[in-house]
C-alpha cells in the first residue's frame, strides 16, 4: 500500500508570510518520510468542513508548482480540481506543464465541482448538476486525448476546440484521478475514463459497498477493475497523544493506524492519502515513516 498526503489549511502563525516557507518545509518532509504523493485542494475560499471563507488558500496548480520546485520524488495532484474552474483545454495544457517541470510526477484529479459559494464570490458560472457532470465526462475526453498526443479537432456539447495541440508532450501519460462517490454517475465516469479513484475513508464496509458499484460499472464498459487505483482520503493524526481517523476508530498508535488500512486494503484500498492536522510538526514525520514501512508490504485485495 502506498500512502500520500493532502494539505488542506494554510492559516499558519505568520501567514501570509509564513506560508511559503512552512508549505515547502511540509513537502520536503512528506518527501523524507516516504509518501509517495501530495496533494491540495483545488479552492479559492477555504471550505466550510475545515473552517471560514476568509482563511487563507493557495490556487492550487501555482502551489503545485512550488512543491515540484522543493521536492524531487513526491508525485503532484489536486485532490480534486473542480471542472468548472478552467477550461478543458487549459487544464490539460497547466497539468501537462507541472510534469514536464516536475520529471514525470503530475496527476490529473478532477471531480464535477461542488462550492458554489466560491463560483459567485468570484464570478466563476456554476451550472446545473447535470451540465457539470456532462462537462466532466467532456474535459476527461479532451484531457486523455491531449496527454496522448491527439490534436484533432474536438466537439463536444459544451466546447469545440480545433486543434487541442500540447507541446510540450507530458513525459508521461499524467493518471488522471476522479474524485467522489456517486453511484450512478461518478463511479460510472471512473470506470470509463480514470486511472484512479478517490473515496473518503468511511471505514470497510462502506468502501467495500462503493467498489461493488464501481465494478458493475466496468463490467458493463468491458473494463479490468484491478487497472483502475483505489485511493481514500483519511484523517490521521499521528503525534505523542496518537490519532483520529476519518471513520471516527481512534487510532492510538502507528500499529493502529496500520491495522486500520490494512482492513481497508482487505476490500481493495491501494492508496490512503492522509489529513494530517499536525502536519506542521517535524517530529511526526518519524511516526509517518514508520506508517509508510509498516504499509508498504500491504497488498489490496481483489475487489
Known amino acids: 500500500m502506498r500512502c500520500g498526503t493532502q494539505i488542506s489549511y494554510f492559516s499558519w502563525p505568520g501567514a501570509p508570510a509564513s506560508i511559503g516557507p512552512t508549505f515547502a518545509r511540509i513537502a520536503r518532509n512528506s518527501e523524507a518520510a516516504g509518501l509517495s504523493s501530495l496533494w491540495v485542494m483545488d479552492h479559492f475560499f477555504q471550505i466550510s468542513m475545515i473552517g471560514p471563507p476568509e482563511l487563507d488558500m493557495l490556487e492550487g496548480y501555482t502551489a503545485l508548482g512550488y512543491a515540484a520546485a522543493v521536492t524531487e520524488r513526491i508525485e503532484l495532484g489536486t485532490l480534486v480540481t473542480g471542472v468548472t474552474y478552467r477550461h478543458p483545454g487549459l487544464l490539460a495544457k497547466t497539468v501537462t506543464t507541472l510534469d514536464v517541470l516536475s520529471g514525470g510526477r503530475a496527476w490529473l484529479g478532477i471531480g464535477a465541482a ?7 464570490g468570484l464570478g466563476v458560472p456554476f451550472p446545473s448538476t447535470r451540465e457539470r457532470f456532462e462537462r466532466l465526462e467532456e474535459t476527461l475526453q479532451i484531457a486523455r486525448r491531449m496527454f496522448d498526443g491527439d490534436d484533432s479537432p474536438y466537439a463536444g456539447r459544451h466546447g469545440t476546440l480545433d486543434r487541442p495541440l500540447n507541446v510540450p508532450a507530458p513525459l508521461r501519460r499524467v493518471p488522471i484521478l476522479v474524485g467522489g462517490s ?3 454517475k461518478t463511479l460510472r465516469l471512473v470506470a470509463q475514463y480514470a486511472d484512479a479513484c478517490n473515496l473518503f475513508d468511511a471505514g470497510p464496509d462502506a468502501m467495500a459497498a462503493r467498489l461493488a458499484i464501481l465494478r458493475g460499472h466496468c463490467e458493463d464498459v468491458g473494463r479490468d477493475p484491478r487497472d483502475i487505483e483505489v485511493t481514500a482520503l483519511s484523517r490521521l493524526t499521528l503525534g505523542t497523544n496518537g490519532g483520529t481517523s476519518v471513520s471516527g476508530n481512534e487510532i492510538r498508535s502507528v500499529d493502529e493506524a ?7 486494503a482487505e476490500v481493495g484500498l491501494d492508496t490512503v492519502i492522509l489529513s494530517m492536522d499536525n502536519n506542521t510538526d517535524d517530529a511526526a514525520y518519524e511516526l509517518v515513516a514508520d506508517l509508510v514501512r509498516q504499509l508498504e508490504p500491504v497488498t489490496a485485495a481483489a475487489w
Open 114 to 120: 461542488w462550492n458554489e459559494e466560491e463560483h459567485r
Open 182 to 184: 456517486g453511484p450512478k
Open 258 to 264: 496500520v491495522d486500520h488500512y490494512a482492513r481497508l
